[in-house]
């Protein structure tokens, strides 16, 4: 299986704009889609972008997501961050060959 | 909107065996594609396995951590999933979410989510 790569921690003041990235190891970004999701702790965790770049209904748009495949990664971005986004974020695709779920090993968030 | 709730959770022996059962509401387990995570204490998100729907084959697959180990069933009359978990390890201590797509899409993203329950494997 591919490996998504996501930074161990990411820090920003309230109101500004953060990107967590999510580096796909080998085969295309653009060939599965990416799901994101936000771990609170002592909670399960809560999808805040599916399909790449869509919103679920009552995710504030301030998330959004997209991908670069000239990097061959995913990005979340949150902006306007505030103190309720800190949290941990995990990336999350699936390997078509074998349809095997694949998590990165998640992002830590700290406003 | 799916509710999904785990129970059976506990303290086992390395070697032991405990089995988990993940309760759904609503009318769409039959056909949804159902998955167990981990979570080991101040860890990231681990696929357990998952098994499909009876429609698409009701087959099951497995990360290789557990494979051979860990046997993952579901009993549709009942709307519950089941996860069997034989030659515990240390390693496997960890919470287990039972998960499951919105069937609008894909499958292989998990839109529900259970509460998750603890297991221990320790001396």
């Known amino acids: 299986n591919f490996m998504l790569t996501q930074p161990h921690s990411v820090s920003g003041s309230p109101g500004k704009t953060v990107t967590i990235s999510c580096t796909r190891s080998?085969?295309?970004?653009?060939?599965?889609?990416v799901q994101w999701y936000q771990q609170r702790p002592g909670s399960a965790p809560t999808t805040v972008i599916y399909?790449?770049?869509?919103?679920p209904s009552g995710v504030p748009d301030r998330f959004s997501g997209s991908i670069n495949s000239s990097s061959n990664s995913a990005s979340l971005t949150i902006s306007g961050l505030k103190t309720e986004d800190e949290a941990d974020y995990y990336c999350?695709?699936?390997?078509?060959?074998?349809?095997?779920?694949?998590f990165g090993g998640g992002t830590k968030l700290t406003v | 909107e799916v509710q999904l709730v785990e129970s059976g959770g506990g303290l086992v022996r390395p070697g032991g065996s405990l089995r988990l059962s993940c309760g759904a509401s609503?009318?769409?387990?039959?056909?949804?594609?159902m998955t167990w995570v981990r979570q080991a204490p101040g860890k990231g998100l681990e696929w357990v396995g998952r098994?499909?729907?009876?429609?698409?084959?009701?087959?099951?697959d497995y990360a290789a951590p557990v494979k051979g180990r860990f046997t993952i069933s579901r009993d549709d009359s009942k709307n519950t999933l089941y996860l069997q978990m034989n030659s515990l390890k240390t390693e496997d201590t960890a919470v287990y979410y039972c998960?499951?797509?919105?069937?609008?899409?894909?499958?292989?993203?998990?839109?529900?989510w259970g509460q998750g329950t603890l297991v221990t494997v320790s001396s």
């Open positions: 999350q695709s699936y390997d078509s060959s074998n349809q095997d779920v694949v």
């Open positions: 609503g009318s769409t387990f039959t056909n949804a594609w």
């Open positions: 998960a499951t797509a919105n069937l609008y899409y894909d499958p292989y993203f998990f839109h529900y």
């Open positions: 080998s085969g295309s970004i653009a060939s599965n889609y």
């Open positions: 399909e790449d770049n869509q919103r």
């Open positions: 098994i499909k729907s009876k429609i698409d084959g009701g087959t099951t």
